[in-house]
């Protein structure tokens, strides 16, 4: 598939259903206490999806034969699980971590975007895999410049991850967005040999979104076929933004547009 170009007009289209998708992540973010289930996460999920007259770009999804298709609306990973946790009958405690990863379509555009989250009261080590993942991401979208290259964004994140003594899960990343939930190009969160390193240019709508563990980044399946956690059971953490690159540099299209940035009205230039 190759990459797509979007106009401003479509840029714009593309943030309605980011902001969909931060506004209902929002929702669940405040939802999340000690005692909730991961079933009923997802049930809020579904039922905020239904008011914004959106649809899910999760539940039925198959990446490949032979996976069922994934059976929900939101993922939720808890603590050890770094991706794909599907909700359930799991009750949240103190203390725990939480991934909750969300996608919708609006009006024939997709949106997604990921955010780990304390539960209660979280230990200081646990706060700082937080912290440092998202600066991760941070940094990363720093480096989604016109002119620039995949492996830049890849790089910033590494060097963020691993400076701070923590370890890049491999096998997951980021990917272009729009018409497809996955689309071209692979953004990786490490530079790898071999690894297309496409040009970044205006128009480009791609999802930036590292994923970190505390330990080992070796990663085990779960017979479930989509619940990924690290091998050796150390925590992990996921954030994920929705980004265009313009020719102003990147735009977040699952945040607040940014103050006297004039973004928020792409459609208008
Ligand atoms: N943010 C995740 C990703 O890009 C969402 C996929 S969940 C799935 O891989 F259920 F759709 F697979
Ligand atoms: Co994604």
């Known amino acids: 598939m190759a990459i797509a170009y979007r106009s401003a007009t479509e840029i714009a289209a593309i943030r309605r259903a980011g902001a969909v998708v931060m506004e209902i992540l929002e929702t669940l973010r ?154 071209d190009p692979w953004i990786g969160n490490v530079v790898e040999r071999g690894q297309p390193n496409p040009l970044l240019r205006p128009g480009i709508v791609i999802c930036i979104e590292p994923m970190v563990a505390a330990g080992s980044a070796t990663t085990r399946e779960a017979p479930d076929h989509w619940t990924v956690a690290t091998a050796d059971g150390s925590l992990s953490a996921h954030f994920e933004h929705m980004v265009a690159i313009t020719a102003h540099g990147p735009v977040i299209l699952t945040a607040p547009p940014e103050a006297g940035s004039g973004e928020g009205d792409e459609s208008g230039k």
């Open 30 to 183: 405040a939802a999340v206490r000690p005692g909730v289930t991961t079933g009923e996460l997802n049930k809020i999920a579904a039922r905020e999806l239904a008011r914004h007259n959106a649809r899910s770009n999760f539940k039925g999804y198959s990446p490949a034969r032979g996976v069922p298709p994934y059976p929900a609306v939101l993922c939720t990973s808890v603590n050890d699980e770094i991706t794909h946790g599907i909700p359930g009958k799991r009750v949240l405690r103190e203390g725990d971590i939480i991934a909750l990863d969300f996608g919708a379509i609006v009006d024939g555009w997709h949106g997604d975007s990921a955010i780990t989250v304390p539960v209660g009261t979280i230990s200081l080590e646990a706060q700082r895999l937080l912290d440092v993942t998202e600066e991760a991401l941070r940094r990363g979208i720093a480096q989604a410049q016109p002119g620039g290259r995949a492996n830049d964004i890849a790089r910033a994140v590494q060097r963020c991850v691993e400076d701070a003594g923590y370890a890049v899960v491999r096998e997951y990343g980021g990917h272009g967005i729009g018409r497809e939930l996955h689309e």
